[in-house]
């Protein structure tokens, strides 16, 4: 049986079919090489930010087929802060699951004085019950990666309970590392809003992505009127670059997670005692040590060459084979993976290269 934990990643055939979706939107934009040209800055008047953002976001929108999108400062947090902002009040409630909230997402609710409806969302029928009772939160939040190494839930089964239960709450989905990895995100699972960021596809610092409904987003478009707020043409133009490769480079790396984690299980580096794929925060590997090596392995890992930080957990910068400590989420879910736990991506290396890697450093471990 699959494990409901993991979510399914497109195959390689779908991720080449995303990309020439994108690009054939590509065509239909641009015409007369203006491709070419990066793009202007400032406030364009007909759209109130630049011409070549707008343009590229009319690519992105009908890429997910959305009816707008966004381009925002301040990445995936940025993303998530602007469309709460126009659903919400501060003060308002809003449902979210019941499990450790991922750090700047928690910071975005302190900021706003959002109150939090927690309810389990791996269990359907408290889901239904907290819908047909609830009578106060004006948003419904749901995050499609995992907050914790026991959420089974299924976004699309969510939304659509929501859209039965939920008397019409609009339905935000953090989309932050599923994003052109999974066959859907949450607006083509029908919910009403997707939120994302583009560093995370390899784009530019600081872009997010909002996908979604034509008049609350271009309410967010209204509110965005400085022209030092303005995701800029140029930079929309590289994002837009950046993203046609992200899908086939990020099935390539869902390939080699797969065959590192079923590696790591048949025993082939010692002191192991097992190793499973989450979605915490990225899809990855983790591994439970049979002692509590786990900081110990981090930090010789960077002597083999490994990265023992994130810039971004899939940034265009994340080249190497990254092998760091489990998200602060999970830990506060399982407080025992800060001793016993590391989490392993390879990024755009290979599962060979992390096995050498951790088999150098168990063997300097048992020397030591």
Known sequence: MADQSV??????????????????????????????????????????????????????????????????????????????????????????????????????????????????????????????????????????????????????????????????LPIVVDDNYCAMKTIEIGTQCGADFSAFSGFKLLGPEGIGIILGGNEKIQQLHDRNYSGGGQVQGHEAHELLISLSSAPVMLAIQNEQVEHLCSRLSEGEVSGIKQAYMTNSQSKNVIIEFEQPIAEQVIELASKFGAATYPVGAESRYELIPMIYRVSGSFIESRPELRQHGARVNPMKSSANTVVRILQNVMEEISRG
């Open 7 to 168: 979510l399914k990643n497109m195959t390689f055939e779908e991720a080449k079919e995303l990309q020439f979706r994108l690009m054939d939107e590509v065509t239909k934009e641009f015409k007369n090489n203006e491709f070419f040209q990066t793009g202007d800055v400032g406030i364009h008047p007909a759209y109130n930010r630049p011409l070549m953002t707008a343009r590229i976001e009319s690519v992105l929108a009908k890429t997910f087929d959305s009816e707008a999108c966004a381009l925002v400062r301040g990445s995936g947090t940025g993303a998530i802060r602007n469309i709460l902002s126009v659903l919400m009040e501060p003060g308002e409630q809003c449902i979210v699951h019941e499990a450790p909230m991922y750090t700047t997402t928690k910071e975005t609710f302190r900021l706003m004085g959002l109150k939090q409806k927690r309810v389990n969302f791996n269990d359907r029928a408290a889901l239904i019950k907290a819908l047909q009772e609830d009578k106060q939160s004006k948003v419904f939040y749901v995050q499609h990666s995992r907050q914790q190494p026991n959420d089974t839930y299924n976004l699309k089964e969510i939304i659509s309970l929501v859209k039965e239960h939920g008397r019409d």
